[in-house]
């Protein structure tokens, strides 16, 4: 079964500028996690999205927001870029199911560089 | 609120030897969960181990171990003969059982940086 996968890899963009991050689910998993990780902050859980909803959020400001299509795929989109936005985006997805803490995997994760 | 402690930031080791990563939590749920990752320098985030706050049971998966005490509030990881292969960055993390269902978000410590030297 193929693993969570994310593009880009790789991103360079300048302040005031938006950027649109991708990311595929297992397949058969409902549930897409985002978090991203600073060296100053650590791990930090932005949102979850399940059945095109959003159900659970994180702490950052509006402009962090996503969305996720019938295909569970997710995108997570930033405008206006600050350079404090330059981290490691990573992507996760659970099955979805109800009344666990189900266990998420992780894909390869987007750097994104905001100069 | 929930909170992840892994007070070790660095680790350095010789191959061969044994080493164990803390983790200490905070929560007030009865039910939770508890999860180890690891994080090589390519960046992807590798699932090692999950545990329920019901299951207390401690854990050998080859090299690797688990001990998990309710009672300090602690689920340590140990790697017994560590490898070069080993040297990654570890995570403990800690999640509640969502009212809603589903994954809930993962509340993680800071990490252990763990290198094995040959």
């Known amino acids: 079964k193929a693993g969570v996968t994310q593009t880009p890899r790789y991103l360079i963009k300048t302040r005031g500028q938006q950027v649109t991050l991708s990311c595929s689910p297992i397949?058969?998993?409902?549930?897409v996690s985002w978090y991203q990780q600073t060296p100053g902050q650590g791990l930090q859980f932005l949102f979850e999205?399940?059945?095109?909803?959003?159900?659970n959020k994180g702490n950052f400001p509006g402009r962090f927001s996503g969305r996720q299509f019938s295909n569970s795929r997710s995108e997570m989109n930033v405008s206006t870029l600050e350079l404090g936005d330059s981290a490691l985006y990573l992507c996760?997805?659970?099955?979805?199911?109800?009344?666990?803490?189900?266990?998420?995997?992780f894909g390869p994760g987007t750097r994104l560089l905001v100069l | 609120a929930q909170k992840v402690t892994q007070a070790q930031t660095e680790i350095s080791v010789v191959e061969k030897e044994d080493v164990t990563l803390d983790c200490v939590y905070e929560?007030?749920?009865?039910?939770?969960?508890l999860f180890w990752y690891k994080q090589p320098p390519s960046g992807e985030l590798v699932f090692l181990i999950r545990?329920?706050?019901?299951?207390?049971q401690n854990e050998i998966s080859g090299r690797y171990s688990w001990n998990f005490q309710k009672s300090t509030s602690s689920f340590n990881f140990t790697i017994t003969a560590s490898q070069v292969v080993d040297s990654a960055v570890y995570f403990c993390?800690?999640?509640?059982?969502?009212?809603?269902?589903?994954?809930?978000?993962?509340?993680f410590g800071k990490g252990t940086k763990l290198t094995v030297n040959p």
């Open positions: 996760a997805s659970s099955p979805g199911l109800a009344g666990e803490g189900e266990t998420q995997y």
């Open positions: 397949s058969g998993h409902r549930s």
């Open positions: 999205y399940f059945s095109e909803t959003q159900r």
């Open positions: 929560t007030r749920d009865t039910t939770y969960y």
């Open positions: 545990r329920n706050s019901f299951d207390e």
């Open positions: 993390a800690l999640s509640e059982e969502a009212p809603q269902g589903g994954s809930e978000k993962l509340v």
